[in-house]
């Protein structure tokens, strides 16, 4: 036999280390795709293509005692202001 075990352990350790780092990446990035939700099938109501781009929107919700103030508020201070009602199912 020439002095050499006949199962080499080192390898597998090095190859069992390789393999976990592998797992850990790939339940990582499963974790990260099911915690964000992605894809997301259903676009939300609010949803405007033109914030993909250059401009930012805020979706606020409120009574309909408090919705003038808020439309108010929006248009002082510059924004386009629209109204979206809740889908409510």
Do not use: H
């Not at 006949?6 to 090095?14: D, G, K, N, Y």
């Not at 280390?17 to 990260?32: D, H, M, R, S, Y």
């Amino acid at each position: 036999m020439s002095g050499k075990p006949v199962v080499a352990l080192v390898p597998f350790f090095i190859v069992g280390f390789e393999f976990t780092i592998l797992f850990a990446v790939f339940g990582n990035v499963l974790g990260l795709i099911s915690q964000a939700r992605l894809p997301r099938f259903k676009i939300s109501p609010g949803y405007e293509p033109v914030f993909s781009g250059d401009r930012f929107g805020v979706l606020a919700s409120c009574s309909s005692l408090e919705e003038g103030r808020l439309m108010d508020f929006f248009r002082n201070w510059g924004a386009d202001a629209k109204r979206i009602r809740p889908n409510l199912k």
